[in-house]
């Protein structure tokens, strides 16, 4: 009789905790952060990250809920750029949030995230994000990481830009000062290579429209490939030197992102 008792107890002051940490998230973070599931195009509207994604991002970054919990109660507190679990262009679009020491205490953020931990992300939320994801992977085929593609670099730069400022990455400023430069080389080197490849493409496909023999264009087919073996040195290149002002601890972190 005492042991369930006991259970009711619990199952009761864990029933009163999630109530209150909904509460709590409805008083305090409302205000700033959407609690529904936003649709694709919300979230390019809106003015911090919607709830899912936040949950999301943190529990992408900490494995275990203790770990979750404490990660939320910490950066609430005390946020950081270099403590984000989200990507670098994510920070630069909403900034840091303010600390909310004074607003909201260790005890009620406690419950706050609890409740998170348990409600987000939504699974509509989810499967929008895969499905983003996987038209993703679907362009990135035709975006090809090493030849000319449509921000000039390799996929490992862009992933570099993403992760920035992540503290999980650690990059230095004596790093970030020296891929700087080799992102600048690189977007140099293939901006001059396309201004020479785009008129010999429009030449060729001119000829195509007007119907003209395949074979004349044969010389102009073989300048472009080698243009293109030129931009894709460049990005070898970028990659090389990357990965060597780049810790063996580095490389390793950015591998599961590299799909």
Known sequence: MLKRSLSLLMI???????????????????SCHMLESPNFFQLQKLKAPAMDAVVFHVKLAKEKPEAQKAFIVDYV????????VCESNKVAKFGVMPS???????????????????????????????????????RALTD????????????????LIKHWDK???????????????IRKE?????????????????????AMIDREDPKRVTPL??????????????HLKCIADTTSVLTEEQVAYLLPFWE
Do not use: R, W
Request: net charge positive.
């Open 12 to 30: 009761s002051a864990v029933a009163l905790m999630a109530m209150d940490g909904k509460q709590l998230l409805q008083k305090k973070c409302a």
């Open 77 to 84: 507190l005390d946020p950081d750029v270099s403590k984000s």
């Open 100 to 138: 909310q020491k004074g607003n909201v205490t260790k005890a009620e953020l406690e419950a706050i995230a609890a409740y998170l931990i348990a409600t987000y992300p939504h699974k509509d939320f989810v499967a929008m994000i895969k499905e983003v994801q996987a038209n993703d992977k679907i």
């Open 144 to 159: 090809s990481p090493f030849l000319i593609n449509s921000e000039n670099v390799p996929h490992l730069t862009k992933l």
């Open 167 to 181: 503290g999980a990455l650690g990059l230095t400023a004596e790093q970030k000062k020296k891929l700087l430069v």
């Open 186 to 206: 690189t977007l140099s080197a293939v901006k001059q290579i396309k201004a020479k490849l785009k008129p010999l493409e429009d030449e060729v496909a001119e």
């Open 221 to 234: 087919l073989e300048k472009i490939a080698k243009l293109k073996i030129e931009a894709t040195k460049v």
